[in-house]
């Protein structure tokens, strides 16, 4: 029986169509895991790409690109800002004004020099997400890289209590380790709105975990099988929630969990990706071999598009899940 993620109870979230829009730039592939993100800040115009219709999501952000989009994604009034006094930033610099701004709102510290041109990194992003959405943390999430004592702390954990990030699985925040502009795409969406915060699918018998996206809560839904048996296979498949075109919910992907006796034949057999080997069990990933929209001519659709989307973003997530 299929059943819509059961967090889906405690909190109903809006999907907005145009996550799903195309950005189109040409280094930017449809599976690319921040895709959505890049995709959506693209279409509020807070970020841009480059004159050859590059995104150049590897490249380091630096600090007042940083400060620019942030400046943007909160729709600040420029006009009339103090000089912020950076010996190394012009008042003739295109994104002076920008600057001055998120100064003035105290999302950014005031110092001698704003060093422009040097990467952003992760702990000042967590200041500057911290303050300029003034996030409120209570919990006092801890990283073993980030102890109380360290300057960012308080904003570090106010990220992790947001769910605006997880750390590493590592349990490690790292700081100082510069952020690239897909990076702090997917930061400065999950930041801007909540379906791009993440919620966790798990199972205990079988120690997985995988990270999903909050519209999925709406637009997946999945059954499991049985494995407990040494001579079962557990399996996960997860469908899109919208038959308007199909007359029934279309495949997205799925989790096999595959016990290694019985290996051999299922390797040989099917298309499955091979994940990781643990716990005596082969962890497998299984996604569509075809669009389904093809058949019917919709291939080209909204809903189409849509399905792809989140089959690419499901796909991510499985071949990327926490085993234990």
């Known amino acids: ?77 420029l006009s009339n800002r103090p000089n912020p006094g950076f010996k190394d930033l012009s008042t003739m610099n295109s994104s002076y004004k920008y600057a001055a701004a998120i100064v003035d709102e105290g999302i950014f510290p005031k110092s001698a ?38 300057w960012a ?19 490690t925040f790292k700081p100082s380790t510069p952020l690239t502009r897909a990076q702090f795409s997917v930061f400065l969406a999950k930041a801007l709105n909540d379906n791009f915060k993440t919620f966790t699918f798990s199972n205990d018998n079988y120690h997985f975990k995988l990270e999903l996206p909050n519209y999925m809560k709406s637009q997946v839904v999945f059954d499991d099988g049985l494995g407990i048996s040494e001579n079962k296979v557990f399996s996960v498949n997860f469908y899109y929630n919208n038959a308007t075109y199909l007359g029934y919910t279309p495949f997205a992907g799925s989790i096999h969990i595959i016990p ?36 019917v001519g919709k291939q080209g659709s909204r809903e189409a598009k849509t399905y792809m989307s989140i089959h690419d973003r499901l796909e991510y997530a499985i071949k990327h899940m926490k085993i234990n």
């Open 1 to 77: 029986m299929k059943r819509l993620f059961s967090l889906l109870l405690v909190c109903c979230l809006t999907f907005t169509s145009t996550t799903f829009a195309s950005a189109a730039f040409k280094d930017v592939s449809r599976d690319y895991w921040a895709k959505d993100e890049i995709t959506y800040l693209t279409d509020k115009k807070v970020i841009n790409g480059f004159y050859d219709n590059s995104f150049r999501p590897q490249a380091p952000v630096t600090r007042l690109q940083a400060i620019t989009l942030m400046a943007r994604a909160l729709n600040l009034d």
């Open 113 to 150: 020099y704003l060093k422009p041109n040097e990467p952003m990194t992760r702990e000042l992003m967590a200041r500057m997400l911290t303050s300029g959405f003034k996030l409120k943390s209570t919990k006092k999430i801890s990283f073993k890289d980030v102890p109380s004592s360290h």
């Open 153 to 171: 702390y308080p904003y570090i954990s106010a990220l992790a209590e947001n769910n605006i990030t997880l750390g590493y699985p590592d349990g």
């Open 260 to 295: 290694a006796s019985l290996w051999k034949n299922f390797f040989e057999d099917a298309p499955y990706y091979l994940i990781k080997k643990a716990n005596n069990y082969y962890y497998c990933y299984q996604g569509q071999s075809e669009d389904p929209y093809y058949e």
